[in-house]
């Protein structure tokens, strides 16, 4: 005699269904019903672990858990960008790490009304282009401690310090920036 496998748990799984009629017994009438049954929806939790590398851009995110600003410049020395970049644009070759100063001013803002889901309570907020002694780029980045509501073309040229999370989530917005 065959061993028979043993029987599966059933569990409800956390599974919502809706809409799941059936006739109690099938007629020609009940088979014709079934023809035009709307769709089953079925509601279930789904969860998935992502697995992301920054790669190339890595010591970017590890000088911000760590409470320093870093760029990128061309092997020439010619030129310093303030956002991680692989390689030039000028010359194409490898770039190397250089720490930024946490100083810089602002260049240019502007106010959000809308954002993402992770950002929208916030709103309004200030995004803002810094500038960095040394730099040839800027880099984009929230500004805080301003009244978004008081916008001014005098924050233009404001003297702004860096401030980063103290729990770092490795993202962009672990480091900010508020006036000096």
Known sequence: MAKQPPKREETLGGTIVHR????????PE???????LQPILIEQDYSITYLHSYAQDSPWFAGLTNKVLLGNREASGEYTYATPR???????A???????????????????????????PETPYVL????????DTLLLT?????????????????????????????????????PA
């Not at 009629?21 to 007629?27: A, H, I, N, Y």
């Not at 009940?30 to 035009?36: H, M, P, R, S």
């Not at 692989?86 to 194409?92: A, Q």
């Open 20 to 27: 799941l009629p059936f006739p109690g017994e099938l007629t």
């Open 30 to 36: 009940t088979l014709q019903w079934l023809k035009a």
């Open 86 to 92: 692989g390689h030039g644009m000028y010359d194409g």
């Open 94 to 120: 490898e770039t190397d790490w250089v720490e930024l100063p946490q100083e810089g001013q602002v260049h240019a803002f502007t106010v959000c009304y809308f954002g993402s889901e992770e950002f929208l």
């Open 128 to 135: 803002a282009l810094i500038e960095f002694e040394g730099a």
């Open 142 to 178: 929230r500004l805080i401690g301003l009244d978004a509501s008081e916008a001014s073309l005098d924050w233009i040229g404001m003297k702004v310090q860096a401030k980063f999370l103290r729990n770092a989530k490795l993202k962009p917005t672990d480091v900010y920036f508020v």
